[in-house]
């Protein structure tokens, strides 16, 4: 790859998905594998209708921006932008717009409709290998999640809410796929949605009914015990998880780790905040690493000494 671009990534074309990117090498877990700035970005302005397409929005101080911006980017990047799909849809509607309406990303946190040229690229999965994560000045910063091996496709979760994703995309591979196909346009074909992971099912299945234990009624009905064992089981069912996010797995253990606190049991508090910092540790993602010290502040936790190990 060029030095503008020299990642450790191939793009390839993928039968009945287009292109997508493959790992050039093997990548451990928790592996740094690229960092994808920020490319274009337009204002998100008052008037701005999230109902309405994109296209049909812009003012021609945005496309006349959006047309600069085009221009200004490194003759390699220039090519990746004119390579991606365009949307069609009525108008006389110019090339740049089109491509930029269908593959830019709103970014409400920061103001504005933002363009990666790299991440971009990265295809779906219900059961992904990676993760991108917005650090500084609101680049991406992509890591494996799990070991990739040497030509394997990485992929992430494209999520567009808060909340644990498998609430939302439901228990089973139909009501998943239907939920893809509507909010993103296309039949996923991960390793889920084609059932090379039955199992999983039957763990989201039994997730989605500890739900509606887990609030103060359930603890005042059937006592404290009885919550906190719901709570563990909770807990100990999502790291089982390959279906999600990475907050699939987070939060249950900061909601134990919360419990335990209030309680002052100090074996479950201490259970939840090692697995918490082991999948800090394990991924190297900032995000979860803040949790984490933010956590062991908060409970003062800082010098006790299974922190040092």
């Avoid at 991960?190 to 009624?217: A, F, R, Y």
């Avoid at 279906?243 to 939060?251: F, P, Y």
């Avoid at 540790?281 to 000494?305: A, G, W």
Wanted: hydrophobic share 35%.
């Amino acid at each position: 790859r060029h030095r503008w671009n020299c990642i450790p990534v191939m793009v390839t074309e993928f039968e009945g998905k287009g292109r997508g990117v493959v790992a050039a090498r093997d990548i451990k877990m928790g592996e740094f594998i690229f960092l994808d700035k920020l490319s274009i970005k337009l204002p998100i302005r008052p008037s701005y209708d999230f109902n309405r397409p994109l296209i049909e929005q812009l003012c021609d101080e945005d496309v006349d921006s959006l047309l600069r911006q085009v221009d200004n980017l490194p003759s390699e990047a220039k090519l990746m932008f004119y390579k991606l799909e365009a949307e069609d849809c009525p108008g006389d509607w110019v090339k740049e717009l089109r491509i930029f309406s269908v593959n830019s990303r709103l970014n409400r946190t920061l103001k504005g409709i933002r363009l990666f040229l790299n991440t971009i690229l990265l295809n779906h999965s219900c059961a992904p290998n990676a993760l991108n994560e917005t650090i500084e000045e609101g680049n991406y910063e992509v890591r494996a999640i799990k070991d990739i091996s040497k030509g394997e496709e990485i992929t992430i979760f494209y999520q567009f809410f808060d909340g644990y994703t498998y609430k939302k995309f439901g228990c089973n591979v139909k009501e998943r796929m239907k939920e893809i196909k509507d909010r993103f346009g296309f039949d996923c074909k991960c390793s889920v949605c084609t059932g090379d992971l039955p199992d999983q099912e039957d763990i989201i299945k039994e997730l989605i009914e500890l739900h509606g234990k887990l609030n103060p009624e359930t603890a005042a009905r059937e006592g404290m015990s009885v919550f906190v064992h719901t709570i563990d089981r909770f807990a100990d069912l999502s790291q089982r998880l390959y279906i999600g996010s990475l907050e699939d797995k987070m939060h249950p253990l900061t909601l134990m780790a919360n419990i335990a606190y209030r309680n002052k049991d100090a074996h479950r508090l201490e259970k939840a905040m090692k697995q918490i910092k082991k999948i800090a540790e394990d991924t190297k993602f900032k995000n979860s690493m803040k949790i984490y010290e933010e956590m062991m502040r908060k409970f003062e936790l800082i010098n006790v000494p299974w922190n040092k190990n």
